[in-house]
């Protein structure tokens, strides 16, 4: 039983909990969206990333999984936006807000796309996805900062919700794209995507995924993008969504002393389930009672004191 | 467990071994069961599914179509580039297999109904031999087009003369059995003297028998599909209504299957897009 209260406000939205489902997982079905977003220590749930045309994604195998985490290569599988909008539709009963994931191919696309799933009332922020590492045209938006701050002064130019950028861990650059991103109008940041990947099989001489590359998440991701976070932290004043490898408590407390807002849970579900939001949120309440804090607010950035 | 949650069975289930076909026989004119090695460290339920990978090519669910200690069979119908393939494959030829996967039947005691419809017969198959075993009361309906896409033919009829099951084969056409699908004859048979009904076939099929045994309040289990990728309950390609058919099927009961709400109405495509059946 939680008896503090973990609430959180992130870029303009109320959360229940700092504790976000993270984009490419599962949040495909309007229906299954809304079901998670009512399951407990849920704060919010994020789509898969949407583009502005039906995309199928690569052919399997699309997944691998290690004794360390998961490689992926889905290759953004998507209906389109306006198919999108009729699965949001389905969303009913949604009790946590829903960040809408996007990505385009240039920021044309990019500001079209946000244009048309922005207008969704069941849309409650959205998240500029620059940075998938197995789809050429994506992956490379977010080593350019000031490509990344072209995007978002555009789209932000357009919708009155707030806007996230989902950065990738595959450049130097992060703080830079951050810095720009933030300067150009973004309202938070969310820190990382996966770790660009490769698995080869010994037995037939060659690369599993069909797609070649994948993105590395789980446990092995999590010391990278904690490094992340508490680098941007520094650096960037707006707020951030930690993401990468969390598995237990402990991590979520750690994502947010080193800077995060909140924290987005992906591979963990493949591990435990959905029912991982309660266990963290627990987790996270007693922890935050037992060092005699009151509120998430309190701890977000002190290992930087 | 791990210090990172990822089990040790998990991982097990998830590692592609790869295998040497042994053995493969030719069900109908585009049906082939292809027979392995068991890769498997642990028992699959029948209803549990393996995920065939066939390098350089794709990577599908199918389900588990016969099982012994030391064998491992699928049965696959041609009908797109990665089923065509892995028909076309011979003894000797390798190809990669994790599993086995998902959530299968329950089997329960006393007198049950197995209704199958063209390939969708494959997990029933080994449901069947697994019903006999524990001393199931099975009467199993077949339908299938015509005499030319039956499939277990010979081996079901072996074990309806032996008395184990009771068998009803039904074509379309009337080319082979009754002249009848397997909805026509399992709907005349279905009687509250059942305990449980398990389904596999078109979703046609499942959905009509579905109305039928929420009107007779009959308990059912009937084996879906979804558009497979991970297959581990991550990626979300597979869902139908708000579950999940790698993790949460690809089996689900008469209550889950009535929530699910779309079955023989609509699918999904690759990318998501939804797309009606009717």
Redesign the interface.
Known sequence: MRSLDLSVDIAGLSLKTPLILASGILGLSGRLLAKISRAEGVGAVTTKSIGLKPRDGYPNPTIILLPYGLINSMGLPNPGAEAFLKELDEAEDLSSPLIASFYGYSVDEIVETARIIAKHPRVSALELNVSCPHVSGVYELGFKPELVAEAVSKVKKIIDKPLFVKLSPNTHLIVDVARAAAEAGADGLTAINTVKALAIDTELFRPILSGVYGGLSGPALKPIALRCVYEIYKEVDIPIVGCGGVSNSLDVVEFILAGASAVALGSVIAFKGVGVFRELAEGLSSYLERKGFRSVREIVGLSHR | M?V????RS??DR???R?VRIVRRVDECLDTVSLYMHNPFSSDPIPGQFT?I?I??????PLSISYMDSCILGVTVRGVGEATRILCSLQPGD?I?VRGPLGRGFTIVKGRSLVVGGGVGVAPLRYLIYRLIDVGVDTYVVFGFRDKLHTIYLEEMEKLSVEGRIKLCIATEDGSYGFKATAYDIASRILDESFDMVYVCGPEELIRRILVLCVEKDLPMEASIEGY??????????C?R????VCRDGPVFDRDKLLEIGEIGLRR???????EPLL
């Open positions: 791990s990172y949650h990822i089990d998990m991982l998830h590692r592609r790869i995920m990978w390098p350089g090519v794709d990577e599908i390798t990669g497979m990728k991970c297959g581990m309950g991550v990626c979300g390609s869902v209504g708000a579950y999940l999904r495509r690759a990318s998501g897009t939804i």
